[in-house]
T-cell receptor, first 113, second 116 residues
Framework: QQQVKQSPQSLIVQKGGISIINCAYE??????FPWYQQFPGKGPALLIA?????SEKKEGRFTISFNKSAKQFSLHIMDSQPGDSATYFC????????????FGTGTRLKVLA | NAGVMQNPRHLVRRRGQEARLRCSPM?????VYWYRQLPEEGLKFMVY????????ESGMPKERFSAEFPKEGPSILRIQQVVRGDSAAYFC??????????????FGDGTRLSIL
């Protein structure tokens, strides 16, 4: 019930392509879903986050799509660039700032130049 | 506007020694979280603290591990009698809670703990 399942484990995309990472959760009490980007040797950095009352949120080249009935959400990176090569983690929480995050296992993205 | 500061960045200990990891949250943040990341894995929640209080320690091993967030000074994650399995990256995050606003957790760059 506390798990967040993330796929794929790794992803290779050509420059300019679309990168899509999917996550699924079970606990309907979750109401905050952030995505984090992590470069080697660094901490996770918040990319974008969404609440269940919104089906889509876009910030620049990054879009979260949210399907509440299916309990799934996904990250789309449009016009992927080599600088986007990193590990991406989805997470779920009961709140944005006062509850633990449950992280997915991560997706290692490589964007080819 | 400094972010979450963790030190040391790298820590090497021999089996049986103690490890102390420090975390200074972002200015004004009163909520601190510790997570552990094993190689090629996601982050696993360990403990959530507010000033002088442990709110949730459900992810922390019952033995050898302890955490504190005193009124003054950084939060400390302490691991006693370390074993090889404690080798991991330990990340601290902090947040600022304002009612009605989204206040996500901001992460430090972690402490890489290696046990010889």
């Amino acid at each position: 019930q506390q798990q967040v399942k993330q796929s794929p484990q790794s992803l290779i995309v050509q420059k300019g392509g679309i990168s899509i990472i999917n996550c699924a959760y079970e606990n309907t009490a979750f109401d905050y879903f952030p995505w984090y980007q992590q470069f080697p040797g660094k901490g996770p950095a918040l990319l974008i986050a969404i609440r269940p009352d919104v089906s889509e949120k876009k910030e620049g080249r990054f879009t979260i799509s949210f399907n509440k009935s299916a309990k799934q959400f996904s990250l789309h990176i449009m016009d992927s660039q080599p600088g986007d090569s990193a590990t991406y983690f989805c997470a779920a929480s009961r709140g944005s700032g006062t509850y633990k995050y449950i992280f997915g296992t991560g997706t290692r993205l490589k964007v080819l130049a | 506007n400094a972010g979450v500061m963790q030190n040391p960045r790298h820590l090497v200990r021999r089996r049986g020694q103690e490890a102390r990891l420090r975390c200074s949250p972002m200015k004004g943040h009163s909520h601190v979280y510790w997570y552990r990341q094993l190689p090629e894995e996601g982050l696993k929640f360990m403990v959530y603290l507010q000033k002088e209080n442990i709110i949730d320690e459900s992810g922390m091993p019952k033995e050898r591990f302890s955490a504190e967030f005193p009124k003054e000074g950084p939060s400390i994650l302490r691991i006693q009698q370390v074993v090889r399995g404690d080798s991991a990256a330990y990340f601290c995050a902090s947040s600022l809670t304002v009612a009605g606003d989204d206040q996500p957790q901001h992460f430090g760059d972690g402490t890489r703990l290696s046990i010889l």
